[in-house]
């Protein structure tokens, strides 16, 4: 399939803070980079796999009081593909989180992360300690991420492991012939009340953006969406030891993507870590944006 056009978004004229513009990672690849343009310190976001800005109503309220720079990950919303198809993964997205600081002027930031996200940021604390003041983690563990998922159903870490990679190769091969179904899906508000009442995922704060972030995420084709993922399994759980800025995790009780007692015991070996469990799921910014950004604000108070 070929590549999606790197399309460069108006600004929105529906209330929300967000603007987008194009940065070139190391490697050449472009992304579509994004900013809410809010006063305020700034936060690096290192973003779910695949998802996008609507996923987090909190931070395009022109009234949140962080600034966040972002980016979309590698052939998904807007961002190329890099010529080198097998250059992605949490190596390849560290780099590009890099290239938006720099675009952006930042020397050095607070990162957020959420689900594979968190990974991300971790890695890029543990390589350049230089460049993070700080570190929040929203429902996403500090490597081996697969292994963490199906927590809430008790299954075994090997299992869980051999299981969600299993199916993310499944994925892969059926891709092609489930893209036009998944990218042609209609998400009405009958779909998302559905899907809001699955277990998956809780009733969210915003239906219309988290329409929206759903119709968004939906338009990565299944087959390169697995392919991100097979590769970000390859992702080794990171060393903690040398974490010494503020660092806090806010997890969801129900969450069967990203393990919350996973998350606890990270947050054990950091010193001075703060753990907060939130009754929701793996979709917190979504389902529980105001407690998201009150304790990113906590955070950002104790980095000063």
């Known amino acids: 399939m070929a590549d999606r056009a790197l399309t460069l978004a108006p ?19 472009v992304l579509q980079a994004w900013t809410n343009d809010v006063e305020g310190p700034t936060v690096l976001l290192c973003n779910g796999l695949g998802t996008n800005p609507y996923a987090w109503p909190s931070l395009l309220d022109p ?13 998904t919303g807007g961002s190329h593909r890099p010529v080198d198809r097998e250059h992605v993964g949490i190596d390849a997205f560290a780099e590009d989180a890099l290239a938006v600081m720099d675009h952006a002027g930042l020397d050095s930031a607070v990162l957020m992360g959420w689900s594979m996200g968190v990974n991300t940021m971790f890695e890029v ?18 490597g081996d991420t697969f292994a963490s998922m199906l927590a809430p159903l008790r299954v075994p870490r090997p299992v869980s492991k051999a299981l969600t990679v299993g199916a993310a190769r499944v994925a892969k091969v059926v891709g092609r012939g489930v893209t036009p179904w998944t990218t042609g899906l209609a998400v009405g508000p009958a779909t998302l009340r559905a899907l809001s009442h699955s277990g998956f995922m809780l009733p969210v704060a915003d239906e219309e953006l988290s329409r929206r972030a759903v119709r968004e995420f939906l338009s990565t084709p299944v087959e390169w969406y697995a392919h991100l993922a097979l590769h970000s399994s390859l992702h080794r759980r990171v060393s903690l ?26 947050a054990d070996r950091i010193p001075g870590a703060v753990y907060e469990e939130l009754r929701a799921t793996h979709f917190l910014p979504m389902e529980r944006p105001h407690e998201v950004i009150t304790a990113l604000r906590a955070l950002l108070a104790r980095v000063g």
Do not use: Q
């Open 11 to 29: 600004p929105a004229d529906d209330g929300l803070a967000l603007r987008y513009y194009a940065v070139p990672s190391r490697d050449g690849t």
């Open 63 to 75: 009234a949140c009081g962080v600034r966040v720079v972002s980016w979309n990950h590698r052939g």
């Open 125 to 142: 604390a543990v390589r350049h300690p230089e460049r993070v003041d700080g570190l929040f983690a929203v429902g996403g563990v500090p």
């Open 241 to 266: 030891r040398g974490i010494e800025v503020p660092t806090s995790f806010l997890a969801g009780r129900y969450d069967v993507l990203a393990s919350s007692r996973d998350m606890r015991t990270a």
